[in-house]
């Protein structure tokens, strides 16, 4: 299976649309990860054009957690809360949206793919027993420049992607 790895997307609907596209020039995908902070609850509707199923946790700024709650059921998205742990494709999954709680899940050593967000910055780090810790990025590339990342649960391989170059303003009109 290959996951397209999500995080920090706020609410940068065509950054997600693009992800999409490009992320398919690579590869068949069969599932994506969102490791929180898509802000708005609208977001599902354009992840949901990738026809695709949907793990997500929430992050530190959503506009209205219980109103991310509510579209994530309705939309059938596997929403998990603030943390979540789970098996696909035959890999243990853990995912957050915080660093701190994704180095502590790397203490146990049981988990082949520790996702989370919130620094915006990418990274990929092999753990002593052979998982990763991985921060796909932020997909609307504040800071920081746009990334996301691809997970291949067969071959156990992460990847990074750019999606643009730095974003040096933002308009939050």
Known sequence: ??????????DLHDHIRRAFDQAR????????????????PETFDVLMEANLPIHYVIGNNEDDPDLIAEAATRHGIH??????????????????????????????????????????????RQLTHGGYLVNPGNLAGWREAATFALYDTQNHAVQHH????????????
């Open 1 to 10: 299976m290959i996951i397209l790895l999500l995080a920090d997307t706020h």
């Open 79 to 124: 929403f998990y809360g603030e943390q979540a742990e789970f098996t696909l494709g035959n890999r243990q999954i853990a995912m957050t949206h915080y660093p701190r709680i994704a180095e502590s899940l790397a203490t146990f050593g049981r988990y082949d793919l520790i996702l989370f967000g919130h620094s915006h910055n990418a990274l990929k």
């Open 162 to 173: 750019v999606l643009q170059t730095r974003q040096t303003s933002w308009s939050f009109s």
């Open 25 to 40: 020039k690579i590869t068949t995908l069969d599932a994506i990860f969102h490791a929180g902070d898509l802000a708005a």
